[in-house]
């Protein structure tokens, strides 16, 4: 299990640069001009994780298969897009299938390449998406209000939790705040999230810049990091540019094309982890001789429900986790020495996966 990023943002901001550069494709076609990406592009990256090398390592795994992340590009937005405009009503069905948005923002000034609205300012281009997003589901939770009012009059249960939920989520959206604001209790998340609502997403802001300033960002790149402290969401900085420049490298020569540019690490591993920290991921490992293996979970995942990322069958007969923490494993040189060392750990149905993990499942067929 990985997790499906949508990215999203105003025509010719650099969205199909980065999605050429994060999926090593040229898949999606990257021109000066808007709507170059007709239909979404969907690419899976291996998410990079240094400690999968360490493990492999030491087991002398044949085999090393990380997690993988799903990136969908989807058609450049624009004003109106609620009402159809541009290709509006195929990028909002297309932003509802994803887990999270990703949106690019141009902080970076180019007389070449063309601003759909003339100007470069990447809050109100975030402004512009935001209220697309909130057009379109305050049109969405009124029409669902309508089909609705038979049922809740008839007694049902699950349509008086739906209308309940509607309403409180039209009542922020007529205020000008996106659904993800409303508070929702425990018991209503699963209804919560059958609605489908695109402003409940959670939501990072990519700010691309130019290769002089992917290190530190500009002056535009702070507009967006003080909006995102104030709206409680999160930002990275990247270069669309110099992420295809990589892209293109072997890891060598990708390590000392970054060391010249004065980056510690590419922006794909910043935009991964900055994903993982905003739907709440985290990892855990299987290690043999055969492979070794990393699967995302959901902080707070109960070994039986990790277990069943790997196969159904796994959770249903769950009998216990043979557990080793990532730096006892590491630093004792294995299972057999962390076993010895009485390091390994027999957690049963309760016990909560923790990041990093080393486990072993029992289970019966």
Not at 179 to 200: I, P
Not at 269 to 291: N, Q, S
Not at 293 to 307: H, N, V
Not at 308 to 325: L, N, Q, S
């Amino acid at each position: 299990m990985g997790f499906k990023m949508g990215i999203v943002g105003l025509p010719n901001v650099g969205k199909s640069t980065l999605f050429n550069a994060l999926t090593r494709t040229a898949a999606a076609q990257a021109a000066n001009f808007p709507f170059c990406t007709i239909e979404p592009n969907v690419g899976e990256v291996a998410v990079p994780d240094a400690r999968l090398d360490q493990l492999a390592a030491i087991a002398g795994s044949k085999q090393i298969i990380p997690t993988r992340m799903t990136f969908v590009d989807i058609a450049g937005l624009v004003k109106g897009a609620s009402k159809g405009e541009g290709l509006g009503n195929q990028f909002l069905a297309n932003i509802r299938e994803t887990d999270a948005i990703a949106h690019v923002l141009r902080c970076f000034e180019d007389g070449d390449v063309t601003h759909v609205e003339g100007r470069v300012d990447p809050v109100a281009d975030a402004e512009t998406i935001e209220t697309e997003l909130m057009l379109a589901d305050i049109e969405s939770v009124e029409k669902r209000l309508q089909n609705i009012i038979r049922r809740v009059r008839g007694g049902d249960k699950e349509a008086v939790q739906q209308e309940r939920l509607m309403r409180a989520a039209l009542e922020a959206l007529e205020a000008g705040r996106p659904a993800r604001t409303v508070d929702v209790d425990e018991d209503d998340r699963k209804a919560w999230r059958m609605l489908q609502l695109l402003t409940s997403k959670p939501v990072l802001y990519v700010c691309n810049v130019g290769e002089s300033e992917a290190a530190d960002g500009n002056a535009l790149s702070q507009k967006v990091a003080e909006m995102a402290a104030a709206q409680g969401n999160s930002h990275v900085i990247i270069s669309a540019q110099i992420e295809e420049e990589i892209s293109q490298l072997d890891r060598e020569e990708a390590e000392m094309f970054l060391e010249e540019m004065g980056l510690k690490e590419a922006g794909l591993d910043r935009l991964i982890r900055a994903g993982y920290e905003l739907l709440h991921l985290e990892t855990y490992f299987t290690v043999g001789p055969k492979e070794a293996r990393a699967w995302t979970i959901k902080q707070g995942t109960s070994a039986p429900k990790a277990a069943g990322v790997i196969h159904g069958d796994f959770e249903k007969g769950f009998i216990r986790a043979e557990t080793i923490a990532f730096n006892d494993f590491v630093t004792l040189g294995g299972e057999g020495p962390a076993k010895e060392a009485g390091k390994m750990r027999s957690e049963g149905k309760a016990y909560t996966v923790k990041d990093g993990d080393v486990l072993h499942f029992l289970f019966n067929t």
